[in-house]
């Protein structure tokens, strides 16, 4: 289950790289048809069950070795002399709807990949076209209108962001904090009220702990199960209809169930809950911490070189909370975050902040302002007439508009 995202990258890169060798072979003359993806996967099983198929557990296995074997070459392979090429029958197929990268990432080019300028033995990471979103309610929300607009320009859209959520979760969303998990018992029985199994999480090398809140998780790759608790001793709460065998002191790999998807582009929008957990004594801590964070979150999109992400701004609620005579540190921390995040990544942050305090929002949203929503606006916090919730969160409207701007933000950075 877990090896599914590879297998599939296998097959789009082998089928890329079948085709870049018949354009190569046919001399730049004509344009000989796209290999389709299914015929690559039937061709490979077929010309590929014999003495490799023995020796591997499944055809997945094989894929992956062919790919990882396709990479380390410094020009495309003949056609009429290499492995699979023989078996392959001219397809008839459609291109695959998914377009394949070029190694530049800008994927409306049209170009083939440049497989016969990879230098030996330094593969390429295989950019993905979809839109990705982690980070707290911000992101989980918007990302629910942006899928709805992606299906016009045929743009997948992955929501990995969780509301109520911290920095901390955004970063383990993608993959970047290493942590196991261990129990002292050999079996995960099946889900049922109040079954509960006690559990130690072991974290790696500079993760700063964290809490669980019924975090959807999974441990190794097929066991599903929520964890609560706020030290490294939790309660893993199991979410399969069967019980699971396990190995007692034994350490599984730990993972967020929506997890991965920094090949893609990455919007994020975190530390709003951070901000709002924050109080007199720590909020300067707190700031750090989450910048801490999101460097991380960042440094982890693809391709390193030229990462392709949109990070937003944060903004003041219209709640007790953020009343500035009570609480004047939590807009202290608010705006120097946001100013950190403008000087140090530019262009590539999306001041949602700006849009609320600016006109363009009643413009696209088509609502009339009253004058509590223009007082709000100068004071600098959320206009009770953008929200859902009393001051907190963006009415629909409000978050489908802004999806709209995130995906042409994405076309302005040249991301699609």
């Given at each position: 289950m877990s090896n599914q995202p590879n297998l599939e990258k296998a097959v789009i890169d082998i089928a890329s790289y079948v085709t870049?060798?018949?354009?190569?072979?046919?001399?730049?003359?004509?344009?000989?048809?796209?290999?389709?993806?299914?015929?690559?996967?039937?061709a490979i099983e077929k010309a590929l069950q014999g003495e490799l198929g023995k020796r591997l557990d499944n055809i997945s296995d094989t894929l992956l070795l062919v790919q990882k074997a396709i990479e380390k070459s410094s020009?495309?392979?003949?056609?009429?002399?290499?492995?699979?090429?023989?078996?392959?029958?001219t397809p008839s197929a459609p291109a695959p709807s998914t377009p394949t990268p070029s190694e530049s990432g800008n994927q409306n080019t049209g170009e083939q990949p440049k497989a016969q300028e990879q230098q030996p033995g330094t593969?390429?990471?295989?950019?993905?076209?979809?839109?990705?979103?982690?980070?707290?309610?911000?992101?989980?929300?918007?990302g629910e209108y942006a899928e709805k607009l992606g299906k016009a320009d045929k743009l997948p859209v992955i929501n990995n962001a969780a509301g109520g959520s911290l920095a901390s979760y955004a970063l383990m969303s993608m993959n970047g904090s290493p942590i196991e998990i261990k129990f002292e018992v050999d079996t995960i029985p099946a889900k049922g009220r109040n079954v509960t199994v006690d559990a130690e999480i072991i974290y790696g090398e500079g993760v700063t702990p964290f809490s669980m809140h019924s975090t959807i998780v999974m441990i190794g790759d097929d066991i599903e199960a929520s964890i609560v608790g706020q030290t490294a001793n939790v309660k893993v709460y199991p979410r399969d209809e069967t019980p699971h065998s396990i190995v007692a002191g034994k350490k599984y790999p730990l993972k967020l169930k929506a997890n991965g998807g920094t090949d893609g582009i990455c919007v994020l929008a975190t530390a709003k809950n951070d901000i709002n957990g924050a109080n007199w004594s720590n909020w300067?801590?707190?700031l750090e911490r989450v910048k801490g964070y999101v460097e991380k979150c960042l440094s982890l999109v693809?391709?390193?070189?030229?990462?392709?992400?949109?990070?937003?701004?944060?903004?003041?609620?219209?709640?007790?909370?953020?009343?500035?005579?009570?609480?004047?540190?939590?807009?202290q921390l608010k705006d120097r975050y946001n100013?950190?995040?403008k000087e140090k990544y530019g262009e590539k942050v999306w001041d949602i902040e700006a849009y609320m305090l600016g006109n363009d929002v009643w413009?696209?949203?088509?609502?009339?302002?009253?004058?509590?929503?223009k007082q709000a606006q100068r004071d600098g916090i959320m206009p009770l007439s953008l929200s859902s919730d009393g001051g907190a969160h963006f009415t629909p409207a409000v978050e489908e508009k802004i999806a709209k701007r995130i995906i042409d933000k994405a076309k302005e950075l040249k991301y699609l």
């Open positions: 870049t060798a018949k354009n190569a072979e046919s001399g730049g003359q004509g344009n000989p048809a796209t290999i389709s993806q299914a015929v690559v996967r039937a020009t495309p392979p003949n056609p009429a002399t290499s492995t699979p090429a023989p078996s392959t029958p593969p390429v990471k295989e950019l993905v076209r979809s839109l990705n979103f982690f980070g707290d309610s911000t992101t989980a929300r918007i300067e801590a707190t693809e391709p390193k070189s030229k990462p392709r992400f949109i990070v937003l701004t944060n903004w003041a609620d219209n709640k007790p909370g953020w009343a500035k005579a009570d609480h004047p540190y939590r807009h100013n950190w995040l413009t696209d949203t088509g609502i009339t302002p009253n004058e509590a929503d």
